[in-house]
């Protein structure tokens, strides 16, 4: 029997590469985004008592009322937008799963959709899977901040939407109103969907603000916005995020995921419901995540790396070794797991044509120890 690949060029994603070489020699991850440290026990109570409670059968395809009220209430708060809790939130196995179910609600063969490279490694595969086409526009070297007319000469008759993310995986771009203004202007008068990609909505750095397209009322009517628990409250491995759209757009998503997911985990959303209510858990995290930032950064200032620009948001942090070494970055970062005990990501992964600007990226959502051990490591990189 043959099979014919839907994705033939795509191979082992590179977080799975690096986090399986950082365990073959022992070396401190900071290469997939995940945190090492424990998630509140205030939460895992939470999950605890729904399970013994009984919430162990299907949610509501939409995901529990409970769950997507508070979630209302919060975008309200935050952004001054009034979302139905009915009609425009779905809950979600992950916010990976709502990007791909957002795609396949709206794209035909044929379609054409504009992604900000460098990018998250699922935009273009999903786009690929429905039979349209991704028209990679470059971010603007080094601070990676969007270059409006290159976006604007990418936009064609057959463009159905574009992918946007905000604060940015990998480089720790946050967007500015003055951005979302722009956005506006150009989608105003299309029929051009935006996927608005907010899973870090939350880690903003240095006093910034989260400008989320629920802010700005034409960008919202023609937008599928996603988000993450896991990024949120610190437990990527749990799958759980959702979805927000206006109700036609909804509508039809929820069609799509009906056949696909159908519902997400129910004792997890009885839980998030509960602890949600405690906004302090989430409206903390821009100076927690600060604080590591900056400790990573002091750990690594007499080392031979180029920072660019710090991170502005995400839990992300890029760095150039080109004052040391010309190797591609991913030679570098095998090398750098493999000699000093380091696990990164080189940034050319999140670029489809593998553009390299020689930088490799890191996660700095890591306890205080770890980064701490992971700069003594690379203390062997002054002796090189």
């Known amino acids: 029997m043959h099979l014919i690949s839907k994705l033939p060029h795509a191979g082992t994603t590179i977080f799975t590469v690096m986090s399986n070489l950082a365990h073959q020699y022992n070396a401190i991850n900071l290469s997939q985004g995940f945190p090492d440290y424990p998630v509140s026990p205030l939460l895992i109570q939470c999950v605890n008592e729904a399970m013994a409670a009984g919430h162990n059968q299907y949610a509501p395809m939409p995901g529990l009322p409970q769950l997507r009220n508070v979630l209302s209430a919060k975008i309200e708060k935050l952004y001054d937008a009034v979302v139905n809790p009915d009609t425009e939130i779905t809950i979600t196995p992950g916010a990976t799963y709502a990007i791909y179910t957002a795609l396949t609600t709206i794209l035909q063969p044929g379609d054409e959709v504009i992604v900000l490279e460098p990018a998250y490694d699922s935009y273009i595969p999903n786009i690929e899977l429905n039979g349209a086409k991704a028209v990679c526009v470059p971010l603007q070297y080094p601070d990676y901040s969007v270059n409006w007319d290159l976006v604007k000469d990418s936009i064609t008759g057959k463009t159905k939407a574009i992918i946007i993310n905000s604060p940015h995986n990998p480089t720790g771009y946050v967007w500015t109103a003055d951005d979302m203004q722009k956005l506006d202007e150009m989608t105003r008068d299309t029929h051009v969907f935006i996927l608005s990609d907010e899973v870090y909505e939350h880690i903003t750095l240095d006093g910034r603000q989260h400008e989320s397209v629920l802010k700005y009322e034409q960008l919202r009517a023609r937008s599928f916005v ?159």
């Open 226 to 384: 996603l988000y993450s628990f896991g990024k949120v409250l610190h437990a990527t491995g749990w799958k759980m995020g959702y979805c927000v759209a206006p109700e036609n757009l909804m509508k039809e998503f929820r069609k799509v995921h009906q056949f696909i997911g159908f519902t997400a985990n129910t004792p997890m959303q009885v839980a998030f419901a509960r602890f949600l209510e405690h906004e302090e858990e989430y409206l903390g995290l821009p100076a927690f995540f600060e604080k590591k930032r900056d400790l990573f950064l002091e750990l690594i200032s007499d080392l031979p790396f180029t920072i660019y620009k710090k991170s502005q948001g995400s839990y992300f942090q890029l760095a150039g070794y080109e004052k040391f070494s010309t190797l591609p970055d991913k030679n570098f970062a095998t090398w750098l797991t493999k000699e000093i005990g380091v696990a990164t990501i080189p940034v050319s992964a999140f670029n489809h044509d593998g553009q390299d600007d020689h930088l490799i990226r890191f996660c700095f959502a890591k306890k205080d120890s770890t980064l701490t051990d992971a700069a003594a490591r690379m203390k062997k990189l002054l002796l090189k």
